[in-house]
């Protein structure tokens, strides 16, 4: 688990007013907040993530990231000022969102439908804080070049696929497959850093803090 300093309070309170906590588990949206210089605590939490019936992917991204951030809110009301932040993503062929694969057969048949062809790739974050509430969505196209079956079957048998929505991470060797991407990079890795920057200079919190986060 990723864990920052302590928040300070009373002579300090620009930089350390809030203590952030980040309700995920993804090791790549703590790498990103991480990456700007955001202290923060890691505090998974579980919701459903079910899509509602005629649910707009975009619509659905925000939704499960407001979610997630209210759940956490909840569950951390006893740690004080604080800053919660819930992230989705969601990739999405032919307007179905293809969700983290079963298994390997799962992960196969989403590769094969990518190949060639281009997909959206929809980031949400939202944040609470006691200044209140924001939300932000990033949207972004990648384009695969076309795969052939042996190189699908051998990406998939490298495990990287399994936890990963549409069955693929483009920072790791699946960058090799996308031939174009339009929009953000760290919002195809799960948390697109422009919008969760500008969410938390909105919900009070600087980035580039003076000192890393400690792992």
């Known amino acids: 688990m990723m864990l920052a300093s302590p928040a300070r309070t009373g002579d300090t309170p620009d930089v350390y007013q809030y203590l952030v906590y980040l309700a995920s588990a993804s090791p790549r949206r703590q790498e990103l907040l991480a990456q700007i210089r955001v202290r923060h605590r890691v505090h998974p939490v579980v919701v459903d993530e079910a ?11 925000v939704r499960v990231a407001d979610e997630k951030a209210a759940r956490g809110w909840e569950e951390t009301a006893d740690k004080g000022p604080r800053v919660v932040l819930g992230a989705d993503t969601a990739v999405v062929l032919d307007e179905a969102i293809l969700g983290k694969p079963a298994d390997h057969l799962a992960a196969g048949a989403m590769l094969s439908s990518l190949s060639g062809r281009s997909h959206l790739v929809y980031s949400a974050v939202s944040g609470i804080s006691p200044v209140g509430r924001e939300s932000r969505l990033s949207r ?10 042996e190189e699908i079957a051998a990406y998939v048998a ?19 497959f996308a031939a174009r991407l339009e929009g953000s990079y760290s919002g195809v ?3 697109p850093l422009f919008e969760t920057a500008d969410l938390l200079g909105a919900l009070g919190v600087p980035v580039l ?3 890393p986060v400690a792992s």
């Not at 972004?140 to 079956?149: G, I, Q, Y």
């Open 189 to 191: 890795m799960g948390l």
């Open 158 to 176: 490298t495990g990287e696929p399994t936890d990963k929505a549409g069955g693929y991470g483009i920072q790791g060797i699946a960058a090799m």
């Open 51 to 61: 899509v509602a019936a005629g649910e707009a992917p975009a619509d659905y991204v």
């Open 209 to 211: 803090a003076p000192s």
């Open 140 to 149: 972004s196209r990648v384009t695969f070049r076309r795969l052939e079956p």
